[in-house]
């Protein structure tokens, strides 16, 4: 039974444009390959790319309103799997400018409420963001999926050095589908 559940889930993965409602683009489906249970590593990195935290996360997501809408649940957990950390992710696909736009919602944390938006390409689907820091300054930031397959795909978040010209990458998550 639970083999049947998981070919069923992955094929859910493959809803077409066409499906989620009457003249969205291909690029509607964007977020199908994230619709599941992930198993998750975290780590948060320094500018040279030396782990500075590593940590166990999980990551869920499903449609929302007849797959107009992608919400996705994070979890950091620690060594127990008790959670440390959580949010929430909103996306939603625009048909009158043709790209994703998306808030994060962090549970027991002040929201900033920024919005960022999205894109597909080859190399995967790109977010820009500008992140408002406890002192109320504005940081750009820069999300990405990348590597997506069947069963994974590496979610990364870039800063941009003090200089301003060069980016590092300062989170990665690596997911794996499985889990409850």
């Known amino acids: 039974m639970r083999f049947f559940f998981i070919c069923l889930l992955s094929l859910s993965c493959y809803v077409s444009a066409a499906e989620l409602y009457p003249g969205a683009p291909a690029a509607a489906s964007d977020y199908a390959f994230l619709i599941g249970n992930w198993q998750c590593r975290y780590e948060q990195l ?6 500075l935290f590593s940590a166990p996360c999980r990551w869920q997501a ?12 994070f979890s950091l957990l620690d060594a127990q799997g008790k959670v440390t950390y959580a949010g929430r992710t909103l996306r939603t696909f625009s048909l009158q400018d043709k790209r994703w736009h998306q808030v994060f919602l962090p549970v027991q944390m002040s929201a900033t409420l920024n919005p960022f938006t999205g894109h597909r390409d080859k190399e995967g689907v790109h977010l820009k963001v500008e992140q408002r820091l406890p002192n109320g300054e504005l940081q750009p930031a820069r999300f990405r999926f990348n590597q997506i397959s069947d069963n994974g795909f590496v979610w990364e978040s870039s800063k941009q050095l003090e200089d301003g010209d060069k980016w590092y990458v300062d989170m990665r998550i690596t997911a794996e589908r499985g889990g409850e």
């Open 62 to 73: 499903q449609y929302a309103f007849d797959h107009k809408m992608v919400v996705d649940d």
């Open 46 to 51: 320094d500018p040279q790319g030396k782990t």
